[in-house]
């Protein structure tokens, strides 16, 4: 079966940081783009961060940019997101998702990824 499975959400408070670990079972990650999603109650998704297939490229959306870090390890079949100087704009429920295809800077079309996890919260309060 193949799957991809999030990890690492939680509670937070503003300024805090966590990181978010996806991991993939049934298939190596070796091939795909990765994108990382969230969606706020009551609004669309939106793209976060991907990273290419072999991890040498990196796009983020502008709300996280300079504070969100992506990486992977694809000995491990991992994706992460590191998150940094986090505020309460970033509570959702995070997503990976993945795409066999060559990397672009324009890979926030939800519509295109072929895997994607359940889901982890990310809650930023006080």
């Known amino acids: 079966q193949l799957q991809l499975v999030e990890s690492g959400g939680g509670l937070v408070q503003p300024g805090g940081s966590l990181r978010l670990s996806c991991v993939a079972s049934g298939f190596t990650l070796d091939y795909y783009v990765i994108g990382w999603f969230r969606q706020a109650p009551g609004k669309e998704r939106e793209g976060v961060s991907c990273i290419s297939s072999n991890g040498g490229r990196t796009n983020y959306g502008d709300s996280v940019k300079g504070r969100f870090t992506m990486s992977r390890d694809n000995a491990k079949n991992t994706v992460y997101l590191q998150m940094n100087s986090l505020k309460p704009d970033d509570t959702g429920v995070y997503y990976c998702?993945?795409?066999?295809?060559?990397?672009?800077?324009?890979?926030?079309?939800?519509?295109?990824?072929?895997?994607w996890g359940q889901g982890t919260q990310v809650t930023v309060s006080s």
């Open positions: 998702a993945a795409v066999r295809y060559a990397f672009r800077t324009m890979c926030f079309i939800t519509g295109e990824y072929h895997y």
